[in-house]
């Protein structure tokens, strides 16, 4: 039987991971995953590729603000926009789409400790961006994720992982939304159809390995492991894949320790 063992939100994107014992899907995906983001002068993403130090900067979504916090830093406030504040246009890789900038107070406290200007903005609920239609046909909407709502990772994946490195990596080098058991390694890679309460998702896409994977996520260094080793057995169509990306169809909770049934699968790629 398949099972969630965790659920993580990532409400900056880059920032530190949040386990959670459940979210709500809502039309991006999990509620306040990736709605807050670091973007530079120019209005383009920050992320962990630039400053792996972006990994300790803590933000916990509030009813009506999101709260900071880093190392050497005092605890930042800042409030979520009202509905219909203005916005400017940033970029997410090749999208642009319209975001709120969350003010000077919040752009100083980010600029302190990265130690670049930066500045913060907000993904309002209005906002248009979707999903690549070459993988997902329905172009769903998407907040500041790198492309596709849902990051699925088996617990098994990461243990065959573990088994070919000299030292084992935690679960949150992969920054996944839902973590699962029951599964043999890799064998999320198959998922064209799965079901979680009720609540059906496609899986649309491998996903493709940054360098973030090679950030320790509490300190923010960066060493070879895992891609090196990655890189000489799960290479597909010229990238190092771990995970798969799912877009859901409907709205809804999903919490841990509900069962996953997979509808349609394929057989995997062996390496």
């Not at 998407?142 to 088994?163: H, K, M, Q, R």
């Not at 390995?209 to 260094?221: A, I, L, S, Y």
């Not at 990306?245 to 790629?269: K, S």
């Amino acid at each position: 039987m398949i099972r969630i063992t965790s659920l993580h939100i990532y409400p900056l994107k880059g920032g530190r991971g949040i386990a959670v014992d459940q979210f709500d899907l809502d039309r991006f995906g999990p509620r306040d995953d990736r709605r807050w983001m670091v973007v530079d002068p120019d209005g383009a993403l920050v992320t962990q590729r630039e400053f792996g130090r972006l990994c300790q900067v803590g933000a916990v979504p509030e009813t009506a603000s999101l709260r900071l916090t880093a190392p050497g830093q005092s605890p930042l406030t800042v409030p979520r926009p009202r509905t219909g504040a203005t916005t400017r246009v940033v970029r997410v890789w090749d999208d642009h789409v319209g975001a709120v900038d969350l003010g000077d107070e919040a752009a100083q406290w980010l600029t302190g400790f990265l130690g670049a200007p930066t500045r913060l903005v907000y993904c309002p609920d209005d906002a248009e961006r979707t999903t690549d239609p070459d993988y997902d046909a329905v172009g769903s909407p998407v907040s500041f994720a790198d492309g596709y709502p849902v990051l699925v990772v088996s617990e098994a994946s990461l243990a065959d992982l573990n088994t070919r490195l000299a030292a084992p990596l935690p679960m949150n080098r992969f920054r996944p939304n839902i973590v699962v058991t029951g599964v043999e390694p890799f064998g999320e890679d198959g998922w064209r159809r799965f079901e979680v309460a009720g609540i059906p998702f496609d899986g649309v896409k491998l996903c493709a390995r940054c360098p973030v994977p090679t950030t320790d996520q509490d300190t923010g260094e960066r060493a070879p492991e895992p891609l090196r080793t990655m890189a000489t057995f799960r290479k597909r169509n010229g990238g190092v894949m771990f995970g798969m990306n799912a877009v859901h169809r409907a709205l809804g909770p999903i919490r841990v320790g509900d069962q996953v049934t997979v509808v349609r699968a394929m057989i995997p790629e062996t390496a």
